[in-house]
């Protein structure tokens, strides 16, 4: 069986590199720059294979074939993966369906154009394309799909998702998945943004991004510290969900960011602020141009701290060298040493050469809902 992976452009090397440690049976078999695929001769389930800890996949599945040149039209495009299809059963791959056949249990189709470039370079941004869609739209109709079955929306947990990968404008590579994880459930792997006219920096989007996938409860009012906040486009996204927000940074803030009634710049490096000055701080945030150690002592010098409660952290961890991606494991037990038992890694769609990084405390703190006050 092949399995496929969507990746940014560029990880793929990376991608590899933690696929021959958490799955050694998988083989590379495939890649082009923000696609690649392994062949294994071991039976991954499609919840196996969400379970996968990998940073730099952004989405996943099992792929059932390709077309090429020799399926130029849509008819034959159609009819190559119908006849694949037909061969595959269905049975608990679904949970909301009780169908045999895969064609008919499908529940959502994700098709997706892979990266051409670094998000941020000349202006190009990840998420759903007109052309993907029309995509979508084809091989719902060429298949004789219910027309009920969504293109390109965000999946529920557990519904079967075919999935369409436009490759190269020949060659899209056709797979399907399981949605469970919050980024399973998303077309391709990406919460489709768009960087809001007020934003003053694309840093907007990645915060955006990263309180999507890691479903931080963040609460209006809740006090949020960034460190390395200027020009402010993340602080921006934050003040957007009404949160109180303290940006460090010894650079200039934007203007607009400065003028909102919910913001406070400290003009410093984190370093030399006094420690207990965080102790109104329930979220921290951290984006600066630094090796992640760097990084990690800023803020460790900060929770470390008595009178200190963050309970959830958000932090970029700069790539500037490949080799410090084999670092990540280590990086994860240094933020475990501070009592943030729940710790997740993700190269986030809107990323550039970066990882995300989440950590909590307690998991609770996930899903915990503001108690109903009594009638």
């Known amino acids: 069986m092949f399995i496929y992976f969507a990746c940014q452009h560029g990880a793929e090397s990376f991608l590899k590199s933690e696929m021959e440690t958490v799955a050694p049976s998988a083989k590379f078999a495939f890649s082009r720059p923000g696609f690649v695929t392994f062949r294994t001769e071991d039976s991954f389930s499609p919840n196996a294979i969400n379970q996968l800890p990998l940073t730099f996949a952004r989405t996943r599945g099992i792929s059932v074939g390709r077309t090429g040149k020799e399926h130029a039209t849509d008819d034959a495009r159609a009819d190559y993966i119908l006849n694949t299809l037909a061969d595959i059963d269905a049975p608990m791959l679904s949970s909301t369906s009780q169908e045999s056949s895969i064609v008919t249990s499908i529940d959502q189709i994700h098709a997706w154009q892979r990266d051409p470039k670094i998000p941020g370079d000349d202006g190009f941004e990840p998420g759903r394309t007109e052309v993907a869609d029309a995509a979508g739209h084809m091989i719902r109709e060429r298949l004789q799909i219910d027309s009920k079955i969504g293109i390109n929306r965000i999946a529920k947990s557990g519904q079967l998702v075919l999935d369409c990968a436009l490759v190269e404008p020949d060659q899209w590579w056709f797979g399907y998945h399981v949605a469970e994880s919050t980024s399973s459930r998303w077309p391709g792997g990406v919460y489709s943004l768009r960087l809001p006219e007020h934003a003053v920096s694309r840093a907007y989007l990645k915060m955006e991004e990263s309180i999507r996938w890691s479903q931080l409860p963040l609460q209006a009012g809740d006090t949020c510290v960034e460190i390395g906040s200027s020009p402010g486009g993340s602080c921006q996204a934050l003040l957007d969900r009404g949160m ?111 990882i995300c990084m989440v950590a909590m405390k307690s998991r609770s703190y996930r899903r915990r809902r503001p108690k109903k006050r009594a009638s």
């Open 244 to 354: 109180n927000v303290i940006g460090i940074d010894p650079a200039q803030m934007h203007e607009s960011v400065l003028a909102h009634a919910n913001f406070t710049h400290w003009r410093a490096r984190a370093a030399d602020l006094k420690r207990s000055e965080f102790s109104e701080a329930k979220w921290l945030f951290s984006d600066s141009n630094v090796a992640p150690n760097y990084t990690l002592d800023s803020v460790e010098h900060i929770v470390e701290n008595r009178r200190v409660n963050v309970h959830g952290l958000v932090l970029t961890l700069k790539l500037m060298q490949p080799e410090l991606a084999e670092q990540i494991p280590t990086y994860i037990e240094r933020v475990k040493k501070w009592g943030y038992e729940y710790v997740r890694l993700r190269q986030l769609a809107f990323n550039r050469r970066e």
